[in-house]
């Protein structure tokens, strides 16, 4: 601290006096006066990086790739993804990957920096994955996509500074990068400045990824480090394997384990099938994709819509198959998930003693537990068997299958159609039939001699009740099943106008006789039908001790909501007292059956 203020010239002194402060002094004043100040430290700017777009090429083992995926004339558009229609890629298969990283915020210097390059499946978006993973290098045997050892040498620079026309290939991009054939990449090469766009190119090949599945790409820093910003991310599908239906054919004899009896030919259409019909759909499935297919196991599915645009449902189960399921599996011969012994379709693999490729397998549920796999490329015949359960008349239904084990419809071959067939045209058979006296039908021992056109009550004693039936007949294909109503010209009429009284209870409700049956009367008569549910599960008449009067307009008497073959009596009742007019009493009754489609 010697003092200066002697030398001839002013002197300006520093001296650090702390880690964050210094002391300023000047000699020219007398004495030492000590200028205090902060050490202050001011930040730059920070660099960040931002993937953006991409472009997805075919390989050609050159730095420079020529061919936007997939082959041919046909190509993807920049930043545009590769979907299952384009191409996707199978084991082994390889893709070029160019993509561009923008730099902002400060300059990144050249021989810096070095990325890596990861993947991951595609969950709802790319951004919302959480777990990436690496690539592996060319040697890889564990993941799922690795580099390729191509001609041009991995870490090649794509070109020089400032780039050559024609070898970037993205939009924007300002800076060459490097050519990639594994993680890390060669450090970069040129200075890029803020906004600058450094493109790079990767090869990587399918190494075992997840069938049927979009991967999403990113570049991380060398340390794994993610970018602040990611606004593209190239996407690649795989393929997996692909069934398509090829020839098909119906069989009639749905209890043979090999069918013998078509029902029409390869491909052809057959017609009229009934109503509670069994068939075996025999059909040839061809991998084409060139993927093994896994524990295969397929549902059959309907509709009335050639395309399956609307109207698509699956076969009902035999266990709870009814009379208007439309369509449901059926227990025929073979036994479910059981390999064929023999193919009987013309385009099918070879199939001997159920030993080669196109021995497929029985199909009676759609329920997973097939442990049947179907090799790539080959063409295995499959056999669904399937009952008509009250499906519409007069239509024609389209089958398909759904891949169970991969949760999508299967397709057709070009050139091919989806199997179909025509059911049989409306049905309805109707009969009225008399009953002889002494049948027991509805609690009550018939004692009037009936026929389809009569029932005869003479005579007809005081104070005895009378019982006469009529059984009717009818059987229909309609899908919601039938509906029969009844009515009468008059109530019970002599040829002097005098009647015989109705009884209380009427078609809406029934009543039991002897309450119905007013004691004042000079008699009763009324009707019963032996049909317990009615439409709207009414079970009005179920009682076997439920009468209804007469009435001059339709009644409903019988009902079905499903296609059915069914008989049923209706049991008329008569009864009189000395008070009643003599007389020869008739009526006409009508019979309406009205089949429901």
């Known amino acids: 601290d010697t003092a200066l203020n002697t030398w001839p010239e002013p002197i300006l002194g520093v001296r650090l006096i702390s880690?964050?402060?210094?002391?300023?002094?000047?000699?020219?004043?007398?004495?030492?006066?000590?200028?205090?100040?902060?050490?202050?430290?001011?930040?730059?700017a920070e660099r960040k990086i931002e993937q953006r777009y991409y472009w997805l090429y075919v390989d050609n083992n050159a730095v420079l790739p020529t061919d936007p995926w997939p082959a041919g004339a046909s190509d993807l558009g920049e930043s545009t993804e590769m979907t299952a229609n384009d191409g996707a890629l199978a084991l082994g298969d390889q893709v070029r990957i160019r993509m561009a990283l923008k730099i902002t915020g400060a300059s990144l210097p050249p021989s810096t920096e070095a990325f890596k390059l990861q993947f991951a499946p595609r969950v709802t978006t790319c951004t919302a994955i959480t777990s990436w993973s690496e690539i592996g290098d060319a040697s890889s045997t564990t993941a799922h996509w690795r580099g390729v050892n191509n001609t041009?040498?991995?870490?090649?620079?794509?070109?020089?500074?400032?780039?050559t026309g024609g070898d970037l290939l993205l939009s924007f991009s300002t800076v060459a990068g490097t050519y990639e054939e594994a993680n890390n990449t060669a450090t970069t090469p040129y200075l890029a400045f803020p906004n600058d766009q450094i493109e790079y190119d990767w090869v990587v090949e399918h190494n075992?990824?997840?069938?049927?599945?979009?991967?999403?790409?990113?570049?991380?820093?060398?340390?794994?480090?993610?970018?602040?910003?990611?606004?593209?991310?190239?996407?690649?599908?795989?393929?997996?394997?692909?069934?398509?239906?090829?020839?098909?054919?119906?069989?009639?004899?749905?209890g043979s384990v090999t069918p013998v009896t078509p029902r029409a030919g390869e491909n052809i259409s057959p017609s009229s099938v009934e109503n509670q019909n069994a068939l075996k759909l025999r059909l040839v499935l061809r991998e084409s994709s060139g993927a093994d297919g896994v524990n295969v196991k397929f549902a059959l599915q309907y509709?009335?819509?050639?395309?399956?645009?609307?109207?698509?449902?699956?076969?009902?189960?035999?266990?709870?198959?009814?009379?208007?399921?439309?369509?449901?599996f059926y227990d025929g011969g073979g036994v479910d998930n059981g390999v064929l012994p023999s193919t009987v379709i013309s385009d099918a693999d070879s199939c001997v003693a159920g030993v080669g490729d196109g021995c497929g397998t029985h199909n009676e549920s759609a329920?997973?537990?097939?442990?049947?796999?179907?090799?790539?490329?080959?063409?295995?015949?499959?056999?669904?068997?399937?009952k008509h359960a009250g499906a519409r008349v007069n239509r024609v239904y389209y089958f398909r299958l759904y891949d169970l084990t991969n949760d999508e419809a299967v397709g057709v071959a070009a050139t091919y159609s989806y199997p179909s067939l025509v059911t049989e045209g409306a049905l309805l058979a109707f009969s009225v039939a008399g009953l002889a006296i002494?049948?027991?039908?509805?609690?009550?021992?018939?004692?009037?001699?009936?026929?389809?056109?009569?029932?005869?009550?003479?005579?007809?004693?005081f104070n005895t009740e009378i019982e006469g039936a009529q059984r009717i007949s009818i059987n229909t294909n309609a899908t919601e099943g039938y509906q029969i109503?009844?009515?009468?010209?008059?109530?019970?009429?002599?040829?002097?106008?005098?009647?015989?009284?109705?009884?209380t209870g009427t078609n809406a409700i029934p009543a039991g006789w002897a309450g119905s049956c007013s004691l004042l009367g000079t008699?009763?008569?009324?009707?019963?039908?032996?049909?317990?549910?009615?439409?709207?599960?009414?079970?009005?008449?179920?009682p076997t001790d439920s009468y209804a009067a007469l009435d001059t307009v339709p009644r409903e008497i019988m009902y079905s909501s499903v296609p059915i073959s069914d008989v049923q009596d209706v049991v008329f009742k008569a009864y009189v007292r000395e008070l009643q007019a003599a007389g020869n009493y008739t009526t006409s009754l009508t019979y309406i059956a009205v089949p429901v489609h």
């Open 367 to 386: 329920t997973l537990g097939s442990t049947f796999d179907q090799l790539a490329l080959t063409s295995t015949e499959f056999e669904f068997t399937l």
């Open 523 to 542: 008699g009763c008569f009324g009707y019963h039908t032996t049909d317990a549910t009615l439409a709207g599960g009414s079970a009005r008449f179920a």
């Open 438 to 461: 002494g049948t027991l039908t509805a609690g009550i021992t018939t004692d009037a001699s009936s026929t389809a056109t009569s029932i005869n009550f003479d005579p007809l004693p």
């Open 485 to 503: 109503l009844k009515l009468a010209d008059s109530q019970l009429t002599n040829s002097y106008g005098d009647i015989i009284p109705a009884i």
């Open 152 to 163: 041009p040498a991995d870490g090649t620079v794509l070109s020089t500074d400032p780039p």
């Open 303 to 328: 509709s009335e819509y050639a395309d399956f645009s609307q109207g698509v449902h699956t076969l009902t189960s035999t266990t709870t198959c009814v009379e208007n399921s439309y369509w449901c």
């Open 19 to 44: 880690t964050t402060q210094y002391e300023l002094w000047r000699s020219d004043l007398g004495a030492n006066i000590n200028y205090r100040t902060e050490v202050v430290e001011w930040p730059t």
């Open 208 to 254: 075992g990824a997840n069938d049927k599945t979009s991967y999403c790409f990113r570049m991380v820093e060398s340390d794994g480090t993610a970018f602040q910003t990611y606004t593209y991310f190239p996407t690649i599908r795989t393929v997996g394997y692909e069934p398509l239906v090829t020839n098909w054919r119906w069989y009639e004899d749905e």
